[in-house]
């Protein structure tokens, strides 16, 4: 193992620039060593000026994009083949595995005990809920809490089984033993304005920032007040499992099934809650036998928070949180609009008299937005009066505004007044005290963008796709980016045949511009011909797998690197002749 210090890069000031920063650099030209003796030991032989730069990239897919990435870098590992990779590039689900196997800081030494051991945690462990309480209850304290707290929270709970309080830019002490991790995520005010390339930013060890407009900051500053490019207030860094939620925030996104993905996010909710539905006798009733634990307030049951979450919830937001709950579910209940106006008037009698009595025919006027709006404001406004709320009463306050307003992956803009060039950064970007991130999912479902920045150049990808559509999509969409980015890229050309059925190994190869070796997760190959059936089994919003689940979807996804060692290393000689 190497003891080269790469912890030497930090800076308070914005950094607009295409090129690498200095310890990147320092990075790639010591990790370099490491893959020329890899070669080596396979039987390709090559000067330290040819070593070749070869990316993995791990597309999205949820926790099948987790398992998935996971199965092939083991089997990357037993075939000797881990050693030759420079970068490993990560988006939404396979971000997840990432973050899970840089837990370790040789993880890729004894990647089969790391899997072990997270095949264990995934399937027989449990995070104690008042953990994830607790971290939210730090969250809610930040200007910028958004969904994607609350989200990373929820994952925790049902995926990660844990809660990773490191932080990535930790992880720029450590040596060159594994690939450099690059994690990727979208800024959504650019993409909506159609800047789709614009829109990426990816986070490694050491900066954090726009990987096509080339505009950093250190990433233990990320989330500090900059303006004109000085650093205002810094703030502290949020760990991993914040991160964790804002790569893989694919729910944020809401945009072919926003309602389906929303009504997601309040079944969490009434989980995280302890709520469950009531009928409106239950409501009006003192004490109901039927649940384990209920306090009534003003006519409105608590319904097992205490005994779910293991603190108290007697109070007068716990209150006004499960009368909204219950609104959502039925937003004509006549009686639950009447415990809601009766709650206002009686805080507003406390001497809140700014609190907005609900007029229930105006109510009935509004369309499904204006209520959300007028829910969220009325919750925001409440802020603060109940000092004595619990816990989880508290997290509901400041969660349940941020659902209403859909608001996903808040921070502070670095580039805020920044005094760039002209057409060096956005406009937008230079005008905005705020900036929106969230899952790349759904722009390019693989990080093409971060890997084909010129800088890094990379000879060699290798891109294994989780994706459950259409297989092809991911590396389709990347030559369009670099056809309207001026990037060289080679042509895709697939059968019409295999376009839905596909094989286990393609190659795309251009006069100029990265080979790119594409392995669709499920095909015909390992999977046996039923592709559809594998992905039905394995859809991206379910429940967490079984283990069954995740020992079979470790064998198909290793498959398509232990079938195809030999091909992978023909490729790599050819790059290596071609430098």
Known sequence: MMSTDLGSFQSEHVRVSKSLNES????????????????QNNGINCQEA?????????????????????????QMGQDNLLDSTLYLFGLSGSTWCMSLVYEDPVWSSNLSITKDKLIKRLTETSVEPITIIRWLTEAIKLENYSMTDFGSAAAAYYYFK??????????????????????TATENGLKQRGLTADCWFEFSPHEAGYSHVGAFVDTSMFGSQFEA?????KMEERDMLYLQGLCGSALADGKENKENIKQMIWDRIKVFFGQRSTTNNEMSSSKSAELPVTEVASGVSTVAVASHWRVPCDCQACTFINILLQIHDNPEDEFMLEKLRQFQTEISSQGHPSVLILEKETWKKMATEERDKYLADLTKSLDGLFSGACDVSAVGMKTLPVVYSWTWGTHSNFLFKYPAGEGKVPDMLLSAEHIYLEDAGFVINSPYVAALRAERKVDLILSFDFSAGDPFLTVNLAAEYCKESGIPFPPVDVPEEEKENPKDFYVFKGEQGPTVIHMPLF???????????WRETYSTFQLPFTREMIQDLLRVSSLNVANNKKRILEEIQAVCQRK
């Not at 490019?229 to 207030?233: A, E, F, N, S």
């Open 24 to 39: 990147e650099s320092k990075y790639v030209r010591e990790r370099k060593l490491k893959i020329e003796k890899c070669l």
């Open 50 to 74: 040819d070593v070749p730069h070869i990316a993995v990239l791990a597309s999205g897919g949820g926790e099948r994009a987790m398992v998935g990435l996971l199965g092939c870098l083991d």
């Open 162 to 183: 844990a809660v990773d309080r490191s932080r990535l830019s930790e992880q720029k002490q450590r040596d060159t033993t594994n690939p450099y991790p690059i994690y």
């Open 229 to 233: 490019g000085v650093l205002k207030q």
């Open 523 to 533: 095909n015909v190959v390992n999977c046996e011909g039923d592709v559809n059936k």
